[in-house]
């Protein structure tokens, strides 16, 4: 097996000191205000040095979104119980799904922003997005009798609609109901529970 060389780590090193400060401009100034200018003032480099780790601000805002798929699964997986019933743990990754989404809203934006090139294969944006997990989560449940498959559906159709439904509730509360009152986010909660218990096994 080979051994990255100095210089490599180094690289490696630089790199994610770029991307760290991007996502932190990303947080603080917004999508607009992240410029090869202001990140190259921000991690003391040229613009023009920037160019020999990075060969566009797309090339840099795609890696911040790669880093907040990871982001996302590390927050996921700190918030679950993995002792409690599996209809808990799946409401329990509903929260916390939407919670990152609150946290790290313009983290979350770019995870999802379609002025950037987007995979072309289904199964990378499913792997991309935690997908994977929920289905294998989906599929360990009805195999053991906790959970039902609803007529018409498959495990991955599940796991899509429960995907669907997590990223519906994220976008409404971060666009048009920015400034919902908490009834909103009680509706949610209570939707969500619903929606668990409706493949629930009796």
Known sequence: MSQESPSERRYARTQELIIDAARELLVTQGI????MRALADSVD??????????????????????????????????????????????????????????????????MFNTTLTGPEDLSDVTEESGFGGVAALLHQGIARGALVVPKGYTAETLAFHFWFTLHGIAMLRLSILQNAPPQFDALCRRALKAFVASFTAE
């Open 45 to 110: 480099y040229s613009p023009a040095a920037l160019y020999t780790y990075f060969d566009s601000k797309e090339a840099i805002l795609l890696a911040i979104r790669e880093r907040g798929f990871s982001m996302l699964e590390a927050f996921i997986r700190g918030q679950i119980d993995v002792s409690v019933p599996l209809p808990e743990r799946l409401y329990a990754i509903a929260l916390a799904y939407l919670d990152f989404a609150q946290r790290y809203p313009e983290i979350y934006g770019l």
């Open 32 to 35: 607009e205000g992240l410029s």
